[in-house]
């Protein structure tokens, strides 16, 4: 079907917008109902220990309070935490609501209390005595697996949860035959995905309809459906989830919560709207956390610094107990372990971990970003070992264009991809071999100066359904429903349930075009579960992909039926009909009919199209045949200054190949968050627990955050290789930034170090842990 | 306490609990919601408003401390038709995603200009280095107020 581009490809500004500069949007925290009570959570202070006492009396006497539960309230009237993957042999302890009996996190729910408003509610909160025998907690992942270590469940006898082994056949043989072997051991610290605006529920239970109507902040919307109809017993058909406007995911809003299940369950039970909306505190103490791995990475090479192998040990940090998705995330690690290199055997072993903390999760990258943190630190190490250009050596690594679609050892099948296109494109953006000019200049005016690089590609747009792990109750495909009104304006219904992606511009762009109507004839609908027949969600880069391809496939459904009516009303037969751009005309003829002629017409029905139905609407999902791999090639210029081990970024160049591209704004923007995400991770971003299990980085006084003066201005470029597994020749973009641009900086950074000797460093690279690492190479040297 | 406090051009008069706070008061008791909660302890910026021209984080002021005073409230920045330059500056340069941080943003970038007409990259980037932003990187925030300083000085 020919279409005519005017919308597509262009930088449309958002159509979202307008609400949100405004402060008209509503987020869930902004919805009031009449009679809504306010819930507020006591927490578990400590990380392990058994609940001797909990005594609310005084809590209970405090005004307006309402009702006060503990686990005795909810046993057997209550399901538990969601948790959709649990891996073959795990051992797995369902997760109840609210602790019962012990509790396992600082954080963990211990009750929950209900009161006429949040400060009556906070005030009760603090109010309830808990008492609990605390012991010693299970905190580092490796020690956690050490005989004789504290145990997050006793009856499991260990902490080790599940082992994924991924033996590649040539491995060993691989590693006897090498030139070189190295090995490195790498920590891909646990962060906090931070949505700006956390986690927040309204539930509101209709006892008249028997109806529970669930506002929740999250990607999943359709999930949380499924999830709460099951946690409470009753049909999904009794449970609408509104995800209005979310303010920001990057994963941690993928999991349906127990605080989300727990709200409907009290609602209920009171016949009246309740409301949490948690604190910065409780975010960062208790919605997952994301990466979480250390690795031990053997890799052997042939005498041209070519790599042959990679033989890798994760420990991957489960936390107290298994978050929805959180199980799935490691394996992504070993899928993309190869990265965008013609490696020829994979091994990989990952160790799944209990210790006394808050489960992990997705984090934007999920799984991958990790996996390219630990082969480009591979190809620097062995650049360094051969005394070889970094750049070289990716280049003597990289799959050749001719390659896809490229099968991994992995297991991995890639779509597209042109890696050396892109590698020439950003060594010449960044101007390679200027910049190593002054850094040497730099260098011998005694500075510390640094080049970093990396080259990296990425899995996303997850699918097909049947080929991925299998997650009980959903599939990877998406959904779309899209409806013609009379007038030719159309409602298209995403189940890709958006927070802050702008879908409801991409999409409006994209059907506008197959219409040949104006941007504001679409309105585009999303995240109400009454209202979007079904769907999956927004996350792992699918938003387009996946998304975008039912909206492109519904579309289609519609083109084709219309061009049937405008056959009929043109007296003349389908194939005669020529459609472009949303007009319909007869070959060769002069008679044109525009696309609200023929909604028009199919609504009125007036003239009755023999063998059709009246009206023009459409559904489809969209099932992925496989994965795309978008990739791209950071560089990065850095200083440290010796005297306070202060990090500058001076220069950042990410080129990146997305495939094609609807809106180069967004897709901008995109690109530019998870690049200073991933540089968050790689500066000054990392969740800290004491020994004792408990959390140090519990306010934004200590979890660093980045922030606006802390980097340059970033650069970017693109070179553009579709996916043929889709017509829209989409690769996929939200995580992209958050996978190259974290190994780009502790290139740079080992980089700029080098010249003292120092050859390790692990993330965040705060300037404590910089000054140190001068200072001890300055003494060694002395 | 009563307090009477001009928010957006109108006199509000009301009775609070002392600790309640200017944040709570504006979204609860004025459903002025679009100034969001993002931390409750000053670090994130989401919460500002502008109490007698300066730019406040309104999460750590109370309400009665704000008797007197002329607060000004996303909502009372512009309209659809008439939207204020800082807003226009984030609409035209993508400056926000979730939107979430993008109330408090704009008041920060607003008090800036008014302050600096002509500010440079690294004075914008300092400005807002009180407000947290998780989804664009800032650059196209500091874009948006490049923007924004761009159409106030041509009077747009």
Redesign the interface.
């Known amino acids: 079907m020919p279409v005519k581009p005017i919308h597509v490809g262009e930088r449309i500004k958002r159509r979202e917008d307008p609400r949100l500069i405004r402060g008209m949007a509503t987020y869930t925290d902004d919805v009031k109902l009449h009679g809504m009570l306010h819930a507020a959570f006591v927490r578990s202070d400590y990380a392990a220990g058994r609940i001797v006492k909990i005594d609310a009396t005084r809590a209970r006497a405090l005004p307006g309070v309402a009702a006060i539960y503990t686990a005795d309230d909810l046993r057997g009237n209550v399901g538990q935490t969601p948790a959709w993957v649990v891996l073959p042999g795990m051992k797995h302890a369902p997760h109840p609501l609210l602790a019962d009996g012990e509790v396992r996190y600082v954080g963990q729910p211990v009750a929950v209390v209900v009161a006429k408003d949040k400060y009556a509610a906070r005030d009760a909160a603090l109010a309830v005595e808990v008492e609990i025998d605390s012991r010693d907690a299970a905190v580092d992942p490796e020690a956690a697996l050490q005989p004789g270590a504290p145990l997050v469940y006793p009856e499991f006898g260990t902490n080790l949860a599940a082992t994924i082994s991924n033996p590649h056949a040539d491995t060993e043989r691989l590693f006897a035959e090498a030139h070189g072997t190295l090995t490195l051991k790498l920590l891909n610290q646990r962060v906090a995905p931070v949505p700006m605006e956390g986690r927040a529920v309204v539930a509101h239970w209709e006892e008249g309809p028997q109806k529970l109507t669930l506002w929740t902040s999250t990607q999943t919307p359709h999930a949380a459906k499924q999830n709460v109809a099951i946690c409470l017993g009753i049909p999904e058909l009794r449970v609408r989830v509104i995800a209005p406007e979310v303010g920001g995911g990057f994963g941690q809003k993928i999991p349906t919560y127990g605080e989300e299940c727990l709200l409907p369950w009290i609602s209920k039970k009171l016949r009246r709207p309740v409301k949490w909306a948690e604190t910065r505190t409780e975010n960062l103490a208790n919605a997952a956390h994301g990466r979480g791995q250390v690795t031990t990475l053997d890799v052997a090479y042939d005498r041209d610094g070519r790599v042959l192998a990679l033989r890798g040990k994760t420990i991957a940090e489960m936390g107290a107990f298994v978050s929805m998705l959180g199980a799935l995330i490691p394996t992504f690690t070993h899928l993309l372990a190869a990265g965008p290199y013609t490696i020829r055997a994979v091994s990989w072993e990952t160790s799944c971990v209990y210790t006394n903390t808050m489960a992990t999760d997705a984090y934007r990258g999920a799984g991958r970003p990790e996996a390219a943190y630990y082969v480009e630190r591979a190809m620097d190490a062995i650049a360094a070992k051969l005394g070889l250009d970094r750049v070289e050596v990716r280049r003597r690594n990289l799959i050749a264009p001719d390659a896809f679609p490229y099968h991994a050892p992995t297991g991995a099948v890639y779509d597209s991809g042109n890696y050396q296109a892109c590698l020439e494109k950003a060594v010449a953006r960044f101007d390679y071999t200027g910049a190593i000019a002054a850094r040497d200049r730099a260098r011998s005016e005694g500075k510390l100066a640094g080049i970093g690089v990396a080259t990296f590609t990425e899995v996303c747009g997850l699918g097909p359904s049947t080929g991925t792990a299998a997650p009980a109750r959903a599939g990877f495909w998406e959904s779309a429903e899209l409806r013609v009104e009379p007038t030719g304006a159309v409602t298209v219904m995403t189940g890709a349930s958006p927070h802050g992606q702008g879908q409801e511009t991409a999409f409006a762009q994209m059907v506008a075009d197959y219409f040949g109507i104006d941007i504001d004839s679409v309105n585009v609908i999303h995240g109400d579960t009454d209202v979007v027949t079904h769907g999956v969600g927004t996350f792992g880069s699918r938003g387009l992909v996946v998304g975008g391809t039912a909206v492109h496939m519904a579309a289609q459904k519609i083109l084709a039926k219309a061009k049937r009516i405008a056959a009929h009303l043109l007296d003349t037969t389908e194939e005669r009909v020529n459609v472009d751009g949303g007009v319909f005309s007869v070959v060769g003829g002069a008679r044109k009919l525009t696309f609200a002629d023929v909604a028009s017409a199919a609504h009125t029905w007036g003239v009755a199209v023999p063998g059709e139905e009246p009206g023009l609407e459409a559904v489809a999902r969209f099932e992925p045949s496989g994965t795309t791999f978008p990739f791209g090639v950071h560089f990065c210029t850095v200083t440290i200054d010796r005297e306070t081990g202060q990090l500058a970024i001076e220069r950042f160049v990410s080129v990146d190949d997305v495939g094609n591209i609807i809106n180069p704004l967004l897709a901008d923007g995109q690109r530019l968050g998870g690049i200073i995400q991933g540089l968050g991770q790689a500066l000054c971003e990392e969740v800290r627990y004491d020994e004792s299990g408990q959390l140090m980085t519990a306010t934004f006084m200590d979890y660093a955050m980045p922030r606006a003066a802390m980097f340059p201005r970033i650069e970017l470029d693109s070179t553009c290789t579709p996916s043929p597994l889709n017509p829209l020749g989409a690769k996929g973009i939200g995580e992209l930034g958050t996978i190259g641009s974290t190994p780009c900086l502790v290139s740079a950074v080992l980089d700029a170090l080098a010249p003292l000797g120092v050859s390790h460093v692990d993330m965040p690279l705060k300037p404590e842990k910089l000054w140190r690492l001068i200072q001890q190479a300055g003494a060694s040297r002395a | 306490m009563k307090i009477r406090v001009n928010v957006n051009g109108e006199a509000q008069e009301d009775d609070v ?1 002392p ?2 706070l200017l944040v ?1 008061w504006l ?2 008791n004025l ?11 000053t ?2 910026g ?1 919460c500002t408003v502008h109490v007698d021209g300066m730019a406040v984080k309104s999460c750590t002021m109370l309400a009665v401390q704000a008797d007197g005073c002329d607060v000004r ?3 009372g ?2 309209e ?1 038709d008439a ?1 204020h330059p800082v ?1 226009r500056g ?3 340069e ?1 400056g ?8 408090g943003m ?1 008041m920060a970038a607003s008090a800036l200009l008014a302050q600096n007409a002509d500010p440079s ?2 004075q ?3 400005a ?2 009180g ?12 874009n948006a107020v490049q923007h924004a300083a761009r159409l106030a000085r041509e009077g747009k």
């Open positions: 609990a600790r309640t709570h979204r609860e459903a002025l919601t679009g100034t969001h909660i993002g931390c409750e302890t670090l994130c989401a409230t996303i909502e920045m512009g659809l939207l807003q984030f609409w035209e993508h926000l995603q979730c939107g979430y941080c993008t109330p704009i990259e690294a914008i980037r300092h807002l280095e407000n947290i932003c998780r989804c664009t990187g800032y650059q196209q925030i500091v």
